[in-house]
């Protein structure tokens, strides 16, 4: 069984907080809204380094192997962002289709893939519409950086670059 160096395990902890039922990432997140983290190139497929979701890692941690091709992590709790390993389990791609239809969260039966949640009503949401205008105004005016606007609105400096930059929270 292989075991992830001690420096990418530690690096990895750093961006979990863990509460009470869930452990959130709370690191860089994808536009899936799945924790993202860089793993060195000896665990990827690339010449540097390789960005995995951040529960696949977790599961690799707890574990020491990666799913087998055909396999995925998947979410006992159906947060994206917990990488607690009680509430995560292997399964297929199939496995993860049947559990979304039986808990109801299908577009079929929600009309949106999310229930009709707005960005600002989002479970997971952090910020509002009037919050991405301001980092956007903020960040356009200069002398702040995207770690400083993460600190200060409590999200990643990801984050921030993808409302700076247009890709999250259109107008």
Not at 15 to 38: M, N
Not at 102 to 110: D, E, L, P, T, V
């Amino acid at each position: 069984m292989a075991r992830p160096p001690t420096d990418m395990t530690t690096r990895f902890w750093r961006y979990v907080k863990k509460k009470r039922r869930c452990w959130e990432w709370v690191g860089c997140v994808g536009q899936d809204g799945y924790g993202k983290f860089q793993v060195p190139r000896c665990f990827s497929w690339d010449e540097n380094m390789h960005t995995v979701r951040a529960h696949r890692l977790a599961w690799f941690i707890a574990t020491g192997e990666w799913p087998a091709a055909g396999k995925q992590v998947l979410h006992k709790c159906d947060n994206p962002l917990c990488v607690r390993f009680s509430h995560l389990r292997l399964g297929t791609h199939q496995d993860n289709m049947r559990d979304m239809v039986k808990k109801g969260r299908s577009a079929g039966q929600q009309g949106t893939w999310n229930g009709g949640a707005t960005p600002e009503t989002a479970w997971q949401t952090k910020l509002s519409w009037k919050k991405a205008r301001r980092i956007r105004e903020e960040f356009s005016r200069g002398g702040v950086t995207k770690v400083q606007l993460g600190l200060k609105y409590g999200v990643t400096d990801c984050t921030i670059r993808d409302i700076v930059q247009g890709r999250t929270w259109k107008e």
